[in-house]
């Protein structure tokens, strides 16, 4: 059983930046390419970015490229979100998921069904 447990979240004034984490329990963390998701009060949960299972491609929601910078540490199970020049719309409950196949691309996680997801965390920008 995998267990994806994300910190990080807060509330911050728009522009400033915070840096999400993503803790994955179990031996296969490496094995699977991972993303980012997010979810706004009343809209449905759209995808931010992904990252192939070895870190060697990323990928990223339009709106949100050049701003967000994903990355892994497959040595320390983690995932990590870089959020900078953060805007109110950028507010959600955001979400941690692994692709439910092994050895996919960071573009792969744009279409993919994630077998697991952590409990997501809110992050709130202010104007």
């Known amino acids: 059983q995998v267990q994806l447990v994300e910190s990080g979240g807060g509330l911050v004034q728009a522009g400033g930046s915070l840096r999400l984490s993503c803790a994955a329990s179990g031996p296969t963390f490496s094995l699977f390419a991972m993303g980012w998701f997010r979810q706004a009060t009343g809209k449905e949960r759209e995808f931010v970015a992904g990252?192939?299972?070895?870190?060697?491609?990323?990928y990223y929601e339009d709106s949100v490229k050049g701003r967000f910078t994903i990355s892994r540490d497959n040595t320390k199970n983690t995932l990590y979100l870089q959020m900078n020049s953060l805007k109110p719309e950028d507010t959600a409950i955001y979400y941690c998921?692994?692709?439910?196949?092994?050895?996919?691309?960071?573009?792969?996680?744009?279409?993919?069904?994630?077998?697991?997801w952590g409990q997501g965390t809110q992050v709130t920008v202010s104007s």
């Open positions: 998921a692994r692709d439910g196949r092994p050895f996919t691309t960071a573009q792969a996680m744009g279409v993919a069904k994630p077998d697991y």
């Open positions: 990252i192939g299972w070895n870190g060697g491609s990323t």
